[in-house]
T-cell receptor, first 119, second 114 residues
Framework: EAGVTQFPSHSVIEKGQTVTLRCDPI?????LYWYRRVMGKEIKFLLH????????ESGMPNNRFLAERTGGTYSTLKVQPAELEDSGVYFC?????????????????FGPGTRLTVL | AQTVTQSQPEMSVQEAETVTLSCTYD???????LFWYKQPPSRQMILVIR??????QNATENRFSVNFQKAAKSFSLKISDSQLGDAAMYFC???????????FGQGTRLTINP
C-alpha cells in the first residue's frame, strides 16, 4: 500500500507570509496526526484527527496554526502569519482506528515530513 | 507530563560492530508502550521495535533488541552487526496506554563507519 505522503517537501517563506502543508494518509487510516520537530529538538505532537474531527489539539502552539481534515481524507496545516520560530520539520502520521480488532499492526506510519524555513 | 530523554546527540560505530543507544523516560503511569523509530536521511521515519511495559521480556527484531528496565525507566536500543544501512536518526518514543500521541526524545544520529 502507498505510504503517507506530504507536500511540499520543502518550503521557504518570508516572515508574515502564509504557508499550507498537506498530508495524505494511508488509505483507510482514520487516525491522522501532525507532529513538528524544531531544529535539534524533540519531535512534538501537534494534534490528532479521528476522521474529520479533532480529537486532541493540545499541542497546537497558538492560533496562527489551523489544521483541517475535510471529508476525513487528506489534511492541511496552515500557518498564518508565519514567524521565525515556526521553522522546522512538520511530520504527518496515520494509523488504523481499531488495529487490534482488525488484526492489523498498531502503529503510526509517518510521512517524510515538510521542511519549513521562515526567513 | 511524560518526557523522553536521549542523552547522546550523535553516535558512531564501526561496521559489523555492536552499538547501544540510550533512552530514559519519566512517567507516573504503569501501563504504556515504548518505541524506537529510525529516520534514514531524506526518508520516512519507520518503526524499528516496540515494547509493552507490562511485558518483562525484552523485545527483539532481528539485529535490533532493547534493554527495558522499568524500575529505572530506561529503554536502550542495541544494534548488533551494524550495517551501513543502519545509518539514520533514531528516536525513542513513549505512548501512554489509551492515548494516541507519541512523546519523543531529541534523537540520536547514528553513523556507521565502513
Amino acid at each position: 500500500e502507498a505510504g503517507v505522503t506530504q507536500f511540499p517537501s520543502h518550503s521557504v517563506i518570508e516572515k508574515g507570509q502564509t504557508v499550507t502543508l498537506r498530508c495524505d494518509p494511508i488509505s483507510g487510516h482514520d487516525n491522522l496526526y501532525w507532529y513538528r520537530r524544531v531544529m535539534g529538538k524533540e519531535i512534538k505532537f501537534l494534534l490528532h484527527f479521528v476522521k474529520e474531527s479533532k480529537q486532541d489539539e493540545s499541542g497546537m502552539p497558538n492560533n496562527r496554526f489551523l489544521a483541517e481534515r475535510t471529508g476525513g481524507t487528506y489534511s492541511t496545516l496552515k500557518v498564518q502569519p508565519a514567524e521565525l520560530e515556526d521553522s522546522g520539520v512538520y511530520f504527518c502520521a496515520s494509523s488504523h482506528l481499531f488495529p487490534i480488532q482488525e488484526g492489523r499492526r498498531n502503529e503510526q506510519f509517518f510521512g517524510p515530513g515538510t521542511r519549513l524555513t521562515v526567513l | 507530563a511524560q518526557t523522553v530523554t536521549q542523552s547522546q546527540p550523535e553516535m558512531s560505530v564501526q561496521e559489523a560492530e555492536t552499538v547501544t543507544l540510550s533512552c530514559t523516560y519519566d512517567t507516573s503511569e504503569s501501563d504504556y508502550y515504548l518505541f524506537w523509530y529510525k529516520q534514514p536521511p531524506s526518508r520516512q521515519m519507520i518503526l524499528v521495535i516496540r515494547q509493552e511495559a507490562y511485558k518483562q521480556q525484552n523485545a527483539t527484531e532481528n539485529r535490533f533488541s532493547v534493554n527495558f528496565q522499568k524500575a529505572a525507566k530506561s529503554f536502550s536500543l542495541k544494534i548488533s552487526d551494524s550495517q551501513l544501512g543502519d545509518a539514520a536518526m533514531y528516536f525513542c518514543a513513549y505512548r501512554r496506554k489509551g492515548a494516541q500521541k507519541l512523546v519523543f526524545g531529541q534523537g540520536t544520529r547514528l553513523t556507521i563507519n565502513p
